[in-house]
């Protein structure tokens, strides 16, 4: 009997019934090791010696696979088809050589791209070893990772307080999104006008026509700037004879785009259904590892981490097979369709995303899925089986008009499309992101060259321009992916990261980079520049990708990087406190000193009339604060705006009256506390109060919002089961739904406010699914190793509250503790005070299991 090793114990029970009684399907959950997350976990000193922990879950996984593979004849890693599943197939065999339960037993290594019988049998047909390229270039990028974390990250918390850290990738997708922000801020309107003249045709068809030209002169589009030059071309128009001088209708082909990547199928998922890139991985998880069909489990996608574009032979045949069948032979282009991956180096070479059986069309598949799992099959279905149909044939036509009169001319156009045939656009048809008006999407009617129109009415409208728009998720990501920027394997954990540190929020699915994560980037841009630097990371990327390939030194890699890297660290470490809030005033200017409405110098402080306002640093991160501190107490959030008289638009005291309550008559205010802004009704100590959720302004509070606030929790509605209420509200980590002492995650705090009874019953019932209508135990927040006795000690946060745990045993935090705080010497006082003898109860625990 052989031991398999899978990632994942849905994926071990569907590989086992394929391969049958002569095989153990293990799964190792994932990695097994990491780095502690402490100093000198990567020793530089040491050639970049690296220390791994072993948690204590995996420890008691590994135990069990080392137990079964003395008793196996040999050990197959089947982790998956990337670099992080090659790293995991590297950590479990070390720690089996480490443990000695390999002796002589054979080793070998296999990947399949579908949890399908085929694919699993073909890849144990082809076994192969351990890649080393592979495995280095993960040591080197998670040595990367570590080095920039540990060594900038302290840096960061003693110049600016209450920044979190700052990771290697993270730290120039947060550049981005600041300096898009910046750009929008500097960014000046500009009026213009556009002019379209609705014209007849002999036949009496109605067409517009844009005007292109004034008396010979070509109009760009902000030329025309005013109205009364607006005007004096309509008058001009409104006398005019009309003339068609050329119509040309010109044929074009549009080709298919090749089947989704990780990344595009991430943008495509935001765009058209409106996911994160995280929850798209998430569901695109699911449907490789497969659901139940006709009592057999079936991966329905290929590997959902790739940058590969192609497709395999089979498939390839399969689903030119599949557009025969669905579309006919018209769709059927006379040969397969072949791609080539457009990534500055694509990390290895797999196939694309794509269905595990192109039979398996979305509405066969529909009834066994849920409706994420169904909506996201659906896309890649119809992706990648038009990546194999023809082109669609589109006839663009072009029509110049001569407009004549009192001896000026103006020229004009109408630009309009028509499909002669639709393709592949039958199957799937792109959506752009952004919403645009496009003439060509307009058909016209019948117009020849050199007839006389006539003119219906002339219309002139005024626009102004608009500065570029924020990045959405979809948008950072393909220009991460442009600039060849991290992998698209990690864009989702990126941008959680961003979003987990109070960097960045997602508004309305457009990412707003917040104070803090503005402070930030400043202050590597400042201080870390060419750590943060677009080509210095992407460069670094493809160094990363050629240890891949075998053709660089991960070690030569790390010292390169680490001489200069260090050097600048040290040379951070001495600055001032006071140089870098210099610094900062100056480059975050307009955010931290607006204009006031007065004209007045925007860093006098309108309170003291004398003193000048500066960032200050506090404990909760940067706010604005005057320099004749303690004589004068003016403070202010970053970012707030003065008033007319230089006056904070809240106040002197950051209060701001937004209105009163309609049923008790209170006053409602909008506040600024040491935790951030709140909202209030009344005052006192019996005063109702709520703080502003995460990715909530003080500039988009009104009275509506406030008022909706503090009628938190809401009551959505009776379960139709159980008769009890079902409330929504939001909690300190995030929205959520409670019915009958259970909770169940929102995904917006939008979500709180719109709700209805039949979403919240289906969502409930989808958490109670997941945990099997037990109450899991919770994720632990924070490891902070081992207690003496033995056994992990964690932190947790539960039902009521934060508390550290060992084993059985329990410690709630005291109230107001912040459990990211807490240190292993509290934790062992807590649970030696709750076990009553220390160490006891967890020994005993220890022995047990």
């Known amino acids: 009997m052989d031991v398999v090793i899978v990632e994942s114990p849905a994926k071990a029970k569907t590989i086992n019934k394929y391969l049958g009684k002569d095989y153990k399907v293990l799964a190792s959950y994932g990695h097994v090791r990491d780095l502690p997350a402490k100093d000198g976990s990567v020793r530089p000193d040491e050639d970049f010696a690296m220390s791994w922990e072993v948690d204590g879950p995996s420890a008691k996984r590994l135990s069990d696979i080392a137990k079964a593979v003395k ?70 990028r998670r ?172 498939a390839l045949q399969a689903a030119r097979a599949a557009v025969s069948q669905t579309f006919g032979d018209r769709y059927l282009p006379e040969k397969p369709r072949h791609y080539s991956t457009k990534a500055k180096n694509a990390q290895e070479a797999h196939e694309a995303i794509r269905p595990t059986d192109f039979l398996r069309t979305p509405d066969q598949v529909r009834k066994y899925l849920d409706s994420d799992q169904a909506r996201l099959y659906e896309i890649i279905w119809k992706r990648a089986i038009a990546s194999q149909m023809e082109a669609a044939e589109i006839e663009r036509t072009t029509v110049e008009i001569e407009a004549s009169g009192a001896g000026r001319v103006a020229g004009l156009r109408a630009v309009g499309s028509v499909v002669r045939f639709d393709g592949f656009l039958a199957a799937y048809a792109e959506v752009k992101e952004e919403d645009s008006e496009d003439e060509e999407n307009r058909r016209l009617p019948e117009i020849n060259s050199g007839e006389t129109l006539t003119r219906k009415s002339i219309s002139v409208t005024k626009h102004t321009t608009e500065p570029p728009p924020r990045y959405s ?56 520049k060419r750590y943060v630097e677009y080509d210095f990371t992407a460069d670094l990327e493809e160094k990363l990708d050629e240890i891949s390939d075998g053709k660089l030194s991960w070690k030569e890699v790390l010292r390169d990087f680490w001489k200069d890297f260090s050097a600048a660290v040290a040379d951070i470490k001495e600055l001032r406190v006071t140089d870098v809030l210099d610094a900062l005033n100056e480059e975050l200017a307009p955010l931290v000193f607006p204009p006031r409405d007065d004209g007045g110098d925007p860093r006098i402080c309108p309170k003291c009339g004398t003193g000048k306002l500066s960032l200050k640093l506090g404990k909760f991160g940067a706010f604005v604060g005057c320099s004749n501190y303690p004589e004068c107490g003016y403070t202010r959030q970053l970012g707030e705006n003065p008033g007319e008289n230089g006056e904070a638009e809240a106040g002197g005291d950051g209060t701001k009256v937004l209105g009163t309550d309609p049923f008790t008559g209170e006053e409602i205010t909008l506040r600024n506390g040491r935790f951030g802004p709140y909202v209030q009704r009344g005052d006192g100590k019996d005063a109702k109060r709520a703080s502003l959720p995460k990715g909530w302004t003080p500039d988009g509070i009104d009275h509506e919002k406030a008022l909706a606030l503090l ?29 009958d002492g259970a909770y169940a995650n929102l995904e917006s705090v939008e979500d709180v406010f719109s709700v209805g009874l039949n979403r919240a019953v289906s969502l409930i019932a989808e958490k109670k699914a ?41 410690a709630t935090l005291p109230k107001g503790k912040d459990p990211m705080s807490v240190t292993r010497e509290e934790a062992l006082e807590l649970i030696a005070a709750k076990s009553g003898k220390p160490g006891k109860k967890a020994a005993r625990g220890k022995a047990r299991s």
């Open 71 to 140: 008793d196996a004849d040999g050990l197959i890693l089947a982790t998956d088809p990337d670099r992080e599943g090659e790293a995991i197939s590297w950590h479990v065999l070390e720690v089996l050589r480490q443990k000695r339960a390999l002796k002589d037993k054979p080793v070998r290594r296999v990947v399949f791209n579908a949890i399908t019988k085929k694919a699993i049998l073909d890849a144990m047909a082809a076994p192969r070893e351990v890649d080393v390229s592979l495995v280095d270039a993960y040591l080197a």
């Open 143 to 314: 040595a990367l990772d570590y080095l920039v974390g540990f060594t900038l990250s302290p840096v960061l918390w003693r110049k600016l307080p209450g920044a979190r850290s700052a990771g290697r990738v993270q730290s120039v997708a947060l550049r981005l999104v600041c300096d898009r922000e910046a750009e929008i801020e500097r960014f000046v309107r500009e009026d213009y006008w556009q002019i379209v003249a609705l014209l007849d045709t002999p036949r009496g068809d109605t067409f517009e026509a844009r005007l292109t030209a004034v008396d010979g002169k070509r109009l760009q589009k902000l030329d025309i700037k005013s109205q009364d030059q607006a005007d004096g071309i309509k008058a001009l128009l409104e006398g005019a004879a009309y003339r068609v001088l050329s119509v040309e209708a010109k044929p074009t082909r549009r080709n298919p785009a090749p089947p989704f990547t990780t990344s595009t199928l991430q943008q495509a998922a935001s765009s058209r259904l409106g996911f994160s890139a995280s929850r798209t991985m998430q569901v695109a998880q699911r449907l490789y590892e497969g659901v139940e069909i006709g009592g057999e489990t079936t991966g329905l996608i290929t590997y959902m981490r790739t940058d590969g574009v192609q497709m395999a032979p089979e």
């Open 473 to 528: 998720e979809a948008s950072l990501i393909r220009k991460l992916e442009e600039l060849g920027i991290g992998r698209p394997s990690t864009y989702a954990a990126t941008l959680k990261t961003l979003e987990d540190r109070d960097y960045v929020t997602n508004e309305k699915r457009k990412l707003v980079p917040q104070a803090k994560g503005r402070i930030v980037t400043a202050f590597l841009e400042n201080f870390f």
């Open 711 to 739: 009628s938190l929790p809401r009551d959505v509605g009776k379960h139709p089961e159980t008769g009890k209420m079902i409330s929504a509200g939001i909690g300190r980590y995030g929205p959520f739904l409670l019915h």
């Open 770 to 810: 997941k945990t099997n209508g037990a109450r899991a135990k919770p994720a632990a927040l924070k490891e902070l190793g081992e207690h003496p006795d033995g056994g992990v000690i964690t932190v947790r946060d539960g039902r009521f509250g934060p508390y550290v745990n060992l084993g059985k045993v329990n």
